[in-house]
């Protein structure tokens, strides 16, 4: 009886141990506060996105990053990066070559093909908005 008391005890310690070490661990990061978006633009004649291009849009928390791969497919990014969102420098820019955005503060750089995370510290990627086009008016929603 005294084996199994041990063996029990040990296995309780040990349980007890790594509840108390993966309670001290930071595991979230700050989440960008929600902002209803919900608007209509017409990408091929008033705001203008050629394919392959970008526009930044009010809207959002910081703003958003409309990106067009293909003629007919939209992406629309916020422009607070999911690292630091609520730091008031903090602000996601694409770079010159059109398919990258990078963080101004923590200096996190995103690919645009899908908001992931290709280096710096940011774990998550860019947040994302629903988006419908019809071939004539593209609808932004969260």
């Given at each position: ?32 506060p ?35 791969p293909?003629?007919d497919?939209?992406l ?35 690919i ?31």
């Open positions: 009886m005294k084996t199994v008391f041990k063996g029990v005890s040990k296995v309780l310690l040990f349980g007890f141990f790594l509840l108390s070490v993966s309670c001290g661990k930071e595991t979230s990061q700050t989440e960008i929600y902002i209803y978006v919900n608007f209509v633009i017409y990408p091929n004649t008033l705001h203008f996105i050629p394919e392959g291009g970008y526009v930044y849009s009010s809207g959002g928390y910081k703003g958003l990053i409309i990106y067009r293909l003629s497919q939209f629309v990014y916020e422009r607070a990066c999911p690292y630091d969102p609520l730091e008031d420098d903090a602000r996601v820019v694409v770079e010159d070559n059109g398919i990258i955005a990078v963080d101004s503060l923590c200096g996190s750089r995103f645009l093909t899908d908001g992931s995370p290709i280096t710096g510290p940011a774990t998550t990627g860019l947040k994302q908005y629903r988006t419908r086009y019809d071939g004539y008016s593209l609808t932004v929603t969260n």
